[in-house]
């Protein structure tokens, strides 16, 4: 059984006995390439491979399953993941993650919980060591050594496990990596050990706000290169520049397709003008679902 294999296996066991079954059908080539499994009630299963949703098993989706696999998925504490039910997402044992979609129930103008889950997209995290190198050749090609990177790719296309690989290339170089791995995918903890490989050089708080995470990591670890996943709030920015003041490299990611897609957000749009990352790398699903990659110097 391959690697690949092996991470759709693991997956799968998330789910109760009767939606394994329906995902039972598939290839082996198709369980190597499936990116995420798509469960909603009163339909069909689907898996999503290439970008495309698939259908598969005869049976539609039920509400009982739904509640149990968000018991499973809690470890049967709904409680102690509250935090990432109110994000709508849940991190799983291996670094999978729950997408949730349903009814959000607001308090002082802001959601404090999603209840009624009718929609769940369960992202199959990989490890595709190596799937970086080429990248990180390129950007170590002028001799300066490794500067502040921002990878921009759409969802689904895999920036969080080119972050991951780039993460692992630049500490087994010796460089000393800080990770704000808020969502749990990066490492994917258990029991203080990483479950993906992430390099003998690197330390990681995960569950924690990015940027309260940053701010520790910055007081206690003295990295050389901070990196998160998914920068979205103002909080972000803010603690980026505050590594980049102290002299420290940072290596994040974005959604978007274009730079242009970026700088429209406001906050964003300020920390690269500052000139805060040297390069931005685009990362796209090219032929036969393979990633390519482009890298712009950042000259704003």
């Keep these: 059984m391959t690697d690949q294999h092996k991470c759709f296996e693991s997956a799968l066991a998330i789910l109760p006995p009767g939606l394994r079954q329906s995902f039972g059908g598939l290839r082996i080539d198709q369980r190597e390439q499936a990116e995420e499994l798509r469960l909603r009630t009163g339909a069909r299963p689907g898996v999503s491979i290439g970008g495309k949703e698939v259908k598969v098993g005869e ?7 739904i509640a149990w696999l968000l018991e499973r998925a809690a470890e049967g504490s709904l409680h102690s993941v509250a935090e990432e039910l109110r994000e709508g997402f849940i991190t799983v044992r291996g670094g999978h993650r729950l997408g949730l979609a349903g009814t959000a129930v607001s308090r002082d103008g802001r959601i404090s919980t999603l209840r009624g889950i ?3 997209s369960l992202r199959i995290a990989r ?6 190198e080429e990248l990180m050749r390129r950007l170590q090609t002028t001799g300066e050594g490794f500067s ?58 995960e569950g924690a706000p990015k940027a309260q995470a940053a701010s520790m990591l910055l007081r206690t670890m003295a990295p050389e290169v901070l990196a998160v996943d998914e920068i979205t709030a103002q909080k972000d920015v803010e603690a980026l520049e505050q590594a980049v003041n102290c002299g420290i490299h940072v290596l994040a990611t974005v959604h978007g397709e274009t730079l242009t ?36 110097r950042l000259e704003l």
């Design 118 to 120: 009718s929609s769940v």
């Design 148 to 205: 502040s990177t921002l990878l921009v790719s759409p969802p689904g296309v895999g920036k969080t496990t080119f972050l991951r690989d780039m993460i692992r290339i630049l500490s087994e170089s010796g460089i000393r990596v800080g990770v704000a791995d808020e969502r749990r995918e990066l490492a994917a903890m258990t029991g203080g050990i990483p479950q993906f490989d992430l390099g003998p050089c690197t330390d990681v708080i």
């Design 261 to 296: 897609d970026v700088i429209q957000r406001p906050a964003l749009r300020e920390l690269l003008s500052r000139g805060n990352f040297r390069y931005a790398v685009f990362l796209a699903r090219g032929r036969e679902n393979r990633r390519v990659f482009r890298v712009e």
């Design 59 to 65: 049976s539609d989706v039920s509400t009982s399953d």
């Design 127 to 132: 490890e595709h060591r190596g799937c970086a």
